[in-house]
Every structure is written in C-alpha cells, then in structure tokens.
C-alpha cells in the first residue's frame, strides 16, 4: 500500500519533470531561434505551461502521497524529500501570482535586451519595478513572516540564508580586497591578447575544447545567444554561447564555463532521468562545476600551454611570444565593467555588488529609483572605475530582467565550493597537470563526474562537497587557490 | 450567466491553444535542431504534452459550458462549434490511447527516417504496424460503429468521408490519365534544368522569393529538414525546406508551398489569435493555399519568365536559353517516383495510389505485410515504371510513421480548391501577369489573404472556398487549367 503511494508519487512528479523539460525548451528556443515578432505569443504560452506545472505541484494528492509514503533506501528517501521541498514551497505561492510571474518575466527580458542594446535604464525600470513587486510578493508568499530575500535564496541554494552569505563574503573580501591590490600594483603586469579572430575559427575550437571536456554532442548542441546559458537536463542539455572578433577567450571561457553546468546535467545517473533527483541539486553546487571547469582546469598553467599551441596552429602568430605569457594574459587582472568577463580576482567583488544591491531591493531598503545610482557608487568604491555606460552598469545582466534575485550569491558559493575540489581533485590526480599539458583535461572532469554529477539531487549541497572533499567546505581553499596562483603570475 | 459561459470555455480553450502551440513548437524542434541522442526523452515530453491536452479537452467542464453558452454572431457561433466539435471527439477517445499514440509515433519517425535512409522497409514494418493498430483503435473509437477510415478523414477535414473522395477521384482520374497521356506522347519535350547550383544560392533565392509570396520573417524563420513542413499559428508560423544541389526548383517550389501554409497562418485575423478558429479551417484548404501559391502562381509563364532572369543573374548561364525554355523546364511532366517533387499532372495519381492503400489498411483489407507489394504494384500500374527502392516508394513519405492516415486526400482536395480559386483571382484581377513577371504574386497573395486566410476556421471548408470563388467549388476548373497549361507547353 506505502509503496502504491510512492509509485504513484513518483510517475506523477516524473511527468511533470517532463513538462517542465518542455518549459525549459521552450526558454532556450525563445533565446535562440524565436521570431522577434512572436514575444506576445511566446508569453501566453509560457503563462500557460506555468499554469499547468503550478496545479501539478500543487496537486492535492501529492500531501496525501506523502503521508502514505515510507521510503527505504537512499534514492526513495532524497526523491520524497525533494517533492516535498517543491511541495511545501509550490503550495505557498498562490497560482495567479506564478502565472502574473510567468507571463511578466517572458516579456520583461525583451524589454531587458532592448534597454541594454539602447543604453536606456529608463527604457526598463518600470517593467523591472513590475518584477521587483511580484518578487517580494512571491519571497512574501514563501517566507510566511521571515525574510523574503532569504526565501528566494532557498530557491537555488537550499539551507542558505542571507546572513550565511555575507558572513562567508565576510571571510572572502579582505583577502580578496588585499590580492587585489598587490596584484594591480605589481611592477610586472601581463601584456593584453590582441588581435581579430575569425568567428568560425573560434567557433571550431569552442566545440572541440567543449568535446575535451567531455560535453556529449549527440544528447546537447551549441548555439549562439546575447547571454551565455545551460539549458535541460539528462539527454538533451544545450548551451549557447557568444562570439567576439576581437577577444577569442570570451567564446572559449563562456563555452568551458558552460560545459561545466552541461556536464552536470548530462552526466546524473541515467536511473534518475525526469525525476527529481534526477538534475544539479543546487545552484551553487552547478556553479562549482562551471567555475572548476573555467578556472582551475580551464585557465590553468598546463592547460593554457596546450591552448597556446592550438591557438598558434588556428590563428597563427598573435604576438605572443611564449606559453608563460599567454597564461599570463589569459590570467589578466583588470578592474573591467562586464562580470562574465571578470577575471577571478575581482569575479567575487562583482557577485558581493550585486548581493547586498538586491538583497536591499527585496527588503525594500533600496527603491528601485536609486539603483542605478547605488550601482554606480558601489562599482566606483570597489573597482576603482567610473561606470561608463548602462550596458557596462546595471543593465549588463539577464538576471533581474527573469525575476532571478537571490541567485548571484550562489556564483561565489560556487567558486569557493570549485576551490575545495579543486584542492580533492589535485590530491587524487597527481599527474593531472600532465595530462592537461597536452589538452586532456578528462582525469579532472571523471574525478568529478564520479565524485560530484552522477549523484545528481541525491544528497543535500554542501553534503556532496563535503563527501566528494572529505573535509568541510571553507573559504580557504579558494583564497590559498587564488594567492598562489596570481602571485606567481605577478610576482608579489 | 450565459455570457459568463462563454468567456469562462473561451478562456479555456484559448490556454489550451496556447498549449497546443507548445506541443507544435516541440515537434518542429525535434524535426530541425533537437540532439539525436533526445529521442526517448523527447518521447515522454510529448506523451506528458499529450496527456495535458487530452485532459483539457475532455475537461467536464466543457460541456456543462456548451449547455449553457448561447453565443451571438458569426464570431461567436464558430468558436463554440468548433470546441463543441473537439470535444465530441476528444472525449471519444481514451486518454491512455492518446498517450499511447504520441510516445509511439514520437519515437516511430526517427525509425521511419532511419529506415528510409537504410531503404529498410523491414526495420520499419514492426513500428508502423504498431501505428496500424492504434490508429484503427482510435478511428474505430472516434467513429462509434461507423467507418473508422471516414472519421480519421474527417479530422482534417470535417465533412468530408472516404466516399466523397472517391466519387471527387473518380470525376478526376480519366481526364488526369488522358492529359497524362497525351502529354507522355507528345512529339516536343522540353528539356531539363541541369547543372550544381551552390545551396547557399539557392536558399538566398527561397529567402526572397519567400518573401516576395508575402512570408513575414518577423514571425517565422525558415530552416533545413529531412521532410519539408511549417508549423505553428499567428505569430509564430515557422517552415523548413531541404537543398538538393542538382535541382534548385526543389528547394524553391517547397519554399513556396511551405510560403503558401504559413500565410494562411499568419495572415488569420489576429483577434483570432489562439482561439478554436484563429487558424486554417482544414487539410483542404490549408494545401489550396499551398498549391496555388507553388503552381498556379510560382509555376505560371508570368512569373517563371522572371524567375528565369533571376536565376541567370545569380548562376549565370545554366543551358538553358529562352524563358519559353524555361517554363517547360520547371513544368517538365515525367513519372518520377517521389510525390513532394511530382508535377501537376501525376501529382494527383500519387495521392490516388495513397489514398487507396491507407483506407484498405484502416479498413483491414490490406496487411501491412502486403503494403510495400502493394504500392509497388499500384505505381507501375499507374507510372509505367517499377519502384527501384522503398525511399523512392513506400518509405518516401513521413506521414504514416507519424499516424497520419486519412490526411493524404487533402493533398488533391486543396488541388481542387486551388483550381477553383485560381479562376477566380484570374476573373478579379486581369492585369495579375504583369505584375508577376516583375517578381511580384501580391495582387494574388492579397487577394487570397482577403478572401480566404484572413478568415481563418470561422467558416467551414466548403464554404470559405464557395464564397471566395462566388460558385459552388468543383474538380472542372482545376482539369481545365491543367489541360490549358500542359496542352500549351506540350502543344497538345
């Protein structure tokens, strides 16, 4: 009988994975390959799929399910805490709100990329002022009298609340702030990558180094799109990426960086597909699957020394004269304006900008008014630079545009989670600089398909770490990573 | 309270249409750009699609609904028949059997494909008897006792039975077969296109002479498939065309017909727009459009002569040296073996042999097991040639693999609506062949959006055809422009 209860929970929650593997499509086609012309439209139909996911979580049967189930084992038992996670949160956010939430959010990203290719804040405050204002309301619905900002953090990073965030920036910045300075005032600095850079030719190599990594072509696919992104789970992952003529790493990096989150969701167990535990358990823990992929194998000594090689072959002569200087220059700090294009040392000053911004936002602390102001104010504190121009400010990311507040800290949560594997990684793969030294990153990239991307949802975030580690994750690994290695690059 | 029902079953049916415009997306995306290595998990997206839709449209509520709706005016009357006509036939069939159907013909098409590409009829035999069974299970369903074969028919185009087609067949063939004859045995031939016309060309070609036929790329894009096709309604009405560089007039007349479908998608009164009738009232109709877009207009002497200037400008001399020349070539009459790339006069003979067989096999007269005998009996009989592989026959067409039995008459159907409308455009607009020897249909294309596309299902098939030509439609007009045409270029 318990065990009626739990098939029937599991081939309803299967089913609606599948739709929401259709929704998912969907946002990658409306990024993709839509026609302009069909935004309106394109809004109907997600309000109506969102429509259909929200009465399916919130099914009535689903509670009754869950009283009936008795799971045995570790799969059953993380598959039932996971509905009733989604459960419990689903049924607290009233249907209309989700569907306002849907239908606003579809549209709201247009008006995002049109404001943004125009330079005009103006242009995208009221519709950003409409999604802030269902935001709280939905971080109201969900908090039930606590904190609204910590209930949408909760949404990507379960357990996580506001406060544990900035105490773990807290423990980053002053280190970080400190690395910073020694290193923009170094006496040696790296000589920039300049140039142009066909776009076929870069896009031929994005795909090889995307298959090095392991990315599996024939379940994903890669196209072009404004922001960078990985879409699907199981056997259909696709990731898009960008193309600049004149800076060849911005395609290569985004891809790698992109790869990672793909190889998460393309390497779960198979016997999870459409379930629950069946995709990334967090977006921190994605994050650190992206970022290890992108810095610490991506950028490192090794394989930056086979990239230099390869990129000589494709691109011929660039200026650059030797493999120590263009890890060097892919390595280059400098105080930029773009986040996904930040090097690793100023990455995390960026994500703490963008935190306490919109944490004030959903506390209503900061009007909406004013953040344009706040942006720039803060930027010029810690970055040293005058923010030029919108597009290099406030309306450089998707994220708000799609409702996403509560989701930047998880970026950094991922870097320092990408420090701790890191550090497991080069314990168990002593020769792994060898390998990589000769494009071949895949001892990495198994050791955490193994230890970290098969278990998909299994086990709670900061658990898959810890086992996958064997030590608590900390701050530390991550700041001893980035000491080491931008000491070395610029000698201080 | 009456008004109440009607907004509350509008409001339905139009998130179902919103529904159903997400399905249609799916389907396009796994015939152009979904990862091969997705076909199983695609199959349970469309069975968990299919079960949603089936649910809302044997939603309960629907009928209490259709009691109480009084509806007031043309607009109004066609919407609640058209929903009362859905949901009789929705709730005739069983949801189980309805899922069945779309994870079985999901997954059937990419065996169908794979068997076409191997010129394996046997690898595909076990599939499509599958396909067989259940669509029998589901017209047997549908039709309550009477002929499962009428009431597949009937759901492209309503009204219409397998008897009506006969006796529409039986009224076309002799003078079809004599044409045919007279022209086979004419003593002057024109000669063929030859040559390799490079596919970026050609496509840049489709691209504009699309658009000249009125396609609106802001809500549509044009891509690459195995099977020529369009997809969707109002704002996001996609089409595919495929390149073959040895004959241009593929890729550009399936460009056309592709052209011809989607305007009448596009062009429906955007008040319509995701409602019952806010797309083409049915198959019939929906293939005039197509076929006198592709012949009527894109095959006539007006617009081949400049079509044939076109071409010399962006391939330069390919042998042939007169515009005369030219409209032989594209009307060139052989019986050839694919019915997609059949000229007028066998074109219907292909629809003929289709439609014998697929009512023998709905009807159980014909075993799936004697099908490939069967058609390979039929053509030669018919063609005067033998089938020399299964792609060149029973395996050319995708619509079986995917359930479509009863849809291959509404090829001929819209031929016949086609000619219909053609005599009367020609009446209306006398000056139509100057303008299209300068590259422009408009006066035609606008012609048709006016009087037939912009109406979208408000009225039934029959009816829309009779008011646009003012005369009850009839297989005379299309035998008499065949044979004017053909007699012509034939000198017959």
């Known amino acids: 009988m318990r065990n009626d209860a739990y098939e029937a929970l599991l081939a309803h929650v299967r089913e609606t994975a599948a739709l929401e593997s259709v929704a998912g499509r969907l946002g990658w086609d409306q990024e993709t390959v839509m026609p302009r012309g069909s935004a309106l439209q394109r809004?109907?139909?997600?309000?109506?799929?969102e429509g259909v996911l929200h009465a399916r979580r919130t099914d009535e049967r689903i509670a009754e399910w869950l009283d009936a189930v008795e799971p045995e084992g570790a799969v059953a038992k993380a598959q039932v805490a996971r509905v009733a996670r989604?459960?419990?949160r689903a049924t607290r956010v009233p249907a209309d709100l989700a569907q306002e939430i849907a239908r606003v959010t579809s549209v709201s990203q247009?008006?995002?990329?049109?404001?943004?290719?125009?330079?005009?804040?103006?242009?995208?405050?009221p519709t950003l002022t409409e999604v802030i204002r269902l935001k709280r309301e939905e971080g109201a619905a969900l908090a039930q009298g606590g904190d609204p900002y910590d209930a949408l953090v909760d949404d990507y990073e379960p357990g996580m609340t506001g406060a544990d965030i900035a105490a773990m920036f807290g423990a980053l910045r002053p280190r970080l702030v400190a690395l910073r300075e020694r290193v923009l005032g170094a006496a040696k600095q790296p000589a920039p990558l300049e140039g142009n850079f066909g776009s076929e030719a870069q896009l031929r190599l994005a795909r090889d180094v995307a298959a090095a990594f392991g990315y599996d072509f024939s379940r994903g696919r890669i196209d072009i799109a404004v922001h960078p992104f990985s879409s699907g789970s199981g056997n259909d992952v696709r990731i898009t990426t960008r193309v600049s003529e004149s800076d060849p790493f911005n395609c290569l990096y985004s891809t790698i960086h992109e790869v990672g989150h793909a190889a998460y969701e393309q390497n779960v167990d198979p016997d999870y597909l459409l379930t629950p535990i069946g995709q990334g358990v967090s977006m921190g823990v994605h994050e650190s699957q992206s970022r290890i992929f992108e810095n610490q194998l991506g950028r490192s000594e090794a394989f930056t020394g086979w990239l230099y090689g390869e990129m000589r072959d494709r691109f011929g002569d660039f200026g650059i004269g030797s493999a120590r200087g263009f890890f060097g220059a892919v390595n280059r700090v400098r105080p930029g304006y773009i986040r996904t294009e930040a090097d690793e040392v100023h990455y995390n000053l960026h994500v703490m900008l963008r935190f306490d911004l919109e944490r004030a936002l959903m506390r209503g602390q900061l009007d909406v008014t004013d953040l344009e102001t706040a942006w720039n104010d803060r930027f010029k504190a810690d970055f040293g630079v005058a923010v030029d121009r919108p597009?290099?400010?406030?309306?450089?990311?998707?994220?708000?545009?799609?409702?996403?507040?509560?989701y930047f800290p998880t970026y950094t949560l991922g870097n320092v989670y990408?420090?701790?594997?890191?550090?497991?990684?080069?314990?168990?793969?002593?020769?792994?600089?060898?390998?990589?030294?000769?494009?071949?990153?895949?001892?990495?990239?198994?050791?955490?398909?193994?230890?970290?991307?098969?278990?998909?949802?299994?086990?709670?975030p900061r658990e898959v770490i810890a086992q996958a580690c064997g030590f608590e994750p900390s701050p530390e690994p991550l700041l001893d990573y980035l000491e080491a290695k931008f000491g070395g690059i610029y000698e201080v």
């Open 43 to 49: 809004a109907e139909e997600m309000a109506a799929m």
């Open 86 to 88: 989604a459960h419990s």
């Open 110 to 125: 247009g008006i995002w990329a049109e404001a943004r290719a125009a330079d005009d804040v103006a242009a995208f405050l």
């Open 391 to 406: 597009s290099h400010g406030v309306l450089q990311d998707v994220h708000w545009s799609v409702g996403l507040f509560g």
């Open 418 to 460: 990408a420090g701790c594997l890191h550090r497991a990684l080069r314990a168990d793969l002593p020769d792994l600089d060898a390998r990589m030294a000769a494009g071949d990153p895949s001892p990495a990239t198994e050791w955490l398909r193994e230890k970290v991307q098969r278990h998909g949802a299994l086990m709670a």
